[in-house]
């Protein structure tokens, strides 16, 4: 059973960095067939898609997010990390890691998401 956690701080400063970090268990980032995504909610909208990072280590992020936005993993603690400058109240949103199924284009693990708060 593949598990995925986020974790990081639930206020950021408007201007400043969010950071966050989803742990996965069960299952190894770097498994061929599976890309690893970030994806937000923000209230009252819908999901949004962030960004992706391939089993191979190809990162790949929607150009909505254009300069801002940063996706990486640390192999040996088979974690991913998102970072997110410049954010805004905007970027209050509930962020989510999902691991997908390449051959299949649909998500087949979540973590549970984790609050994000932008605000001074």
């Known amino acids: 059973q593949v598990q995925l956690q986020e974790s990081g701080p639930g206020l950021v400063r408007p201007s400043q960095t969010l950071s966050l970090t989803c742990t996965v268990s069960?299952?190894?980032?770097?498994?061929?067939?599976?890309?690893w995504s970030w994806i937000r909610q923000s209230p009252g909208k819908g999901l949004e898609w962030m960004g992706v990072?391939?089993?191979?280590?190809?990162?790949y992020s929607s150009p909505f997010f254009r300069s801002r936005i940063s996706i990486s993993r640390v192999t040996p603690k088979n974690q991913l990390s998102l970072e997110l400058s410049s954010v805004t109240p905007e970027d209050t949103a509930v962020y989510y890691c999902?691991?997908?199924?390449?051959?299949?284009?649909?998500?087949?693990?979540w973590g549970q998401g984790t609050q994000v708060t932008v605000s001074s």
């Open positions: 999902a691991r997908a199924v390449v051959t299949g284009s649909y998500f087949d693990y």
């Open positions: 069960g299952g190894s980032i770097t498994t061929s067939g599976y890309a």
């Open positions: 990072i391939n089993y191979d280590g190809g990162p």
